[in-house]
């Protein structure tokens, strides 16, 4: 407590009026920011596909599994991979829904080849999604998998990180509903740190596939 | 660590002697410059946003009291532990204690210059808890127990059958260094089961929002998701003056970071958190996965004093690393050459500010005052100024070199008449004679200021001269 006041009132001290500048307003301006999402996150190494709509990123999803030889699949248990069923439509999979199947989260986790998840925004000029963690939202789900596979409609998309804030300022950026931990995600897991030669998956997935789907 | 003239000098020769570090150096710090420049050229509103962005920071550390108390508030209310850390003694007996109370043995650590500034890795070892890197630059720099070199790229020194060689040793098995893509995939495979085990996990703090009370990280490897998520314990440190008072003022910063680092529009990724993992998330149910404990300890050392005073402006500093790429100093010397964990332009101001001019006295010299670091700085940090006040400071504080300081009071003295100026420059043009070599004034090496290299002569007509003659 003696450091904290010692900081603070050293810092009090020098306290001057200067008020922060008014909010920076976005002057980006994109005629189509699904397709340019598209471009960038195919910039920075991620695999963007565009879908007409929830059925044929559906599809999509089922084609992408397929040619992964995917097994283990583990999926954020919210809109709209909820309401897909996707257990039932593809049994000969290992599946866990987070909050849903019995067993060990982190330990399925750890051996998935695919982790599966929604978003609740995602940035069309830097190519990022950004996700929640939550009850049926895992941390662990989207990260340890070698692959992240996310599926978006197309009305998640915001300009860049200024509309984003100035949109989610009273929804997701509020106390309260904040979560624990929020990320923006812009491409697979990279590292230059050898040599300075670019290598992808050092830590995080190494594939980091986006469905976006008009709705 | 000190780094006294004598000090910087023999440790630069060692790096302009390596051809090796040399061509890393070239490479590295251009490839960084020119990605930023053309990262910051694809939005022409960039000069207007670094305006903006200063004046964020400014008005955030003319307040900062409040926001730190703000960032608190917001953080405490989502159940984070916040600590305050009067220096790194302080900030070290804090982070130790949390491990020992939950009995931690291994903690995995997310890049962090903060916990390097204060050898957090150094304390952990003496309480009993194995600190692992997992940057992998930071890394394979802790298997070979050598300092960073380069703020955002610590290994930018070692080559791949260095790293290869250090890889052999640490997994006991052959590794290809033709292969980075296959060392890359070793060092994924031996750190996940560190990612695992890990009872605690260390992490810096980019920035912190005040508003919201989150710690936002950003890395491009996923290391920082790893240890913010994995271990039962999340810690980070983080310096006072990383404050974000508004998500506004987050987005700006946001917006910079990466494009002024590396020159990408955003890193893979920036991780934001907010307290443990929730035992009632927004449906009342508990959170799957994250720490049960998210401590954050605000770490003071130095900084306070800085505030209000002519130095301030080093506290709107982001930790790019974009002055290090144009400086032609460190583009020679090296990381390694300024003794501290902060090199560069903005290491030879800050270590003597945070560490004692005493101890660095060297460094506000180690710069041609080329401007190239103030130019390309997000925040644009005047730091030729602030070097110029700390080369003031030296001879003020007498802590500059008894003979630097007589030199420069009689040179000082000499220069307030132009009689007295004329006529001393008129003795030394006939007093320098005997000691001229090649036009060069050659001085016995421990008498020249400028070292092994030798000092120009004096002119035969001074400029003054010629431009009263109207020669020029």
Not at chain 2, 126 to 137: F, I, N
Not at chain 2, 251 to 271: D, E, H, N
Not at chain 2, 316 to 328: E, F, Y
Request: overall charge negative.
């Amino acid at each position: 407590m003696r450091t904290r006041t010692t900081i603070l009132t050293r810092l009090q001290s020098n306290n001057r009026a200067l008020a922060q500048p008014t909010t920076w307003q976005s002057r980006q301006g994109f005629n189509d920011l699904a397709e340019q999402f598209v471009t960038a996150l195919t910039a920075v190494h991620g695999e963007p596909h565009l879908a007409p709509n929830l059925e044929g990123a559906t599809a999509q999803l089922g084609a992408i599994l397929a040619e992964l030889g995917a097994q283990r699949v583990v999926a954020n248990n919210e809109a709209p991979i909820a309401d897909l069923n996707l257990p039932t439509r593809w049994p000969h999979l290992q599946w866990h829904i987070v909050g849903e199947t019995a067993g060990d989260l982190r330990e399925f986790c750890t051996y998935a080849d695919v982790g599966l998840s929604s978003g609740i925004a995602a940035i069309a000029e830097t190519g990022s999604v950004v996700i929640h963690s939550g009850s049926a939202q895992s941390r662990v789900a989207t990260l340890f998998p070698p692959v992240h596979i996310v599926l978006l409609p197309t009305s998640r998309l915001t300009t860049d990180l200024f509309t984003f804030t100035a949109t989610h300022k009273n929804t997701h950026l509020a106390n309260g509903t904040l979560p624990a931990a929020m990320t923006f995600i812009s491409g697979p897991s990279k590292t230059a740190d050898i040599e300075q030669t670019m290598a992808i998956g050092v830590h995080g997935p190494k594939r980091f596939i986006v469905i976006l789907y008009r709705e | 660590m000190t780094t006294t003239t004598a000090q910087f000098r023999e440790r630069a020769t060692i790096a302009l002697e390596d051809v090796r570090l040399q061509q890393a150096l070239d490479g590295a710090t251009g490839r960084f410059a020119t990605a930023r420049q053309a990262a910051l050229a694809a939005i022409p509103w960039a000069d207007e946003l670094r305006d903006h962005f200063k004046a964020i920071r400014a008005a955030t550390l003319a307040n900062l009291a409040e926001h730190l108390q703000t960032f608190e508030r917001q953080a405490t209310a989502v159940g984070t532990h916040v600590h305050w850390a009067q220096d790194g003694a302080e900030a070290c007996a804090i982070v130790t204690e949390i491990a020992q109370r939950h009995g931690v043995t291994l903690a995995t650590k997310s890049k962090s210059m903060a916990t390097e500034e204060i050898h957090l890795n150094a304390a952990l070892a003496k309480a009993g808890v194995r600190p692992v890197e997992t940057d992998l630059g930071e890394w394979i720099i802790q298997l070979a127990e050598e300092p960073p070199s380069h703020i955002i790229a610590p290994a930018i020194h070692k080559t791949k059958e260095q790293v290869a060689e250090l890889f052999e040793r640490e997994s006991g098995r052959p590794q290809s260094a033709a292969d980075i893509p296959a060392l890359t995939a070793e060092a994924r495979r031996m750190l996940r089961e560190q990612f695992l085990a890990a009872g605690m996990g260390i992490s810096g703090g980019n920035l912190a929002v005040a508003e919201t009370g989150s710690v936002v990280l950003v890395t491009n490897e996923g290391n920082g998701r790893m240890v913010t998520t994995a271990p039962r314990v999340h810690v980070a440190i983080i310096g006072i003056e990383k404050i974000a008072p508004t998500w506004d003022d987050a987005a700006v910063w946001l917006s910079l970071l990466a494009r002024s680092a590396t020159g990408q529009p955003m890193s893979i990724y920036t991780t934001v958190i907010t307290g443990p993992k929730r035992t009632a998330a927004l449906d009342g149910l508990p959170d799957p996965d994250g720490p049960e404990e998210v401590h954050v300890v605000l770490l003071d050392n130095g900084r306070s004093p800085l505030v209000g005073s002519k130095y301030e402006e080093v506290l709107q500093c982001i930790r790019c690393g974009a002055c290090l790429n144009v400086c032609p100093v460190y583009r020679e010397a090296g990381g390694h050459a300024y003794g501290s964990p902060y090199s560069g332009p903005i290491g030879a101001v800050i270590s003597p500010l945070l560490f004692g001019l005493d101890k660095y006295p060297a460094l506000p010299h180690a710069s041609s005052l080329c401007g190239a670091c103030q130019d390309v700085c997000p925040a644009r940090i005047d730091l030729p100024r602030m070097l110029l006040e700390l080369r003031a400071d030296l001879v003020t504080q007498g802590i500059a070199h008894g003979s630097e300081a007589v030199l420069e009071g009689s040179v000082s003295l000499a220069m307030r008449s132009e009689r007295v100026w004329a006529l001393l420059m008129g003795m030394g043009r006939v007093g320098q004679r005997p000691l001229l070599k090649n036009g060069k004034l050659a001085l016995p090496e421990r008498f020249n200021p400028g070292g092994e290299r030798p000092l120009p002569a004096l002119a035969k007509k001074s400029f003054h001269d010629l431009w009263r003659d109207g020669e020029v």
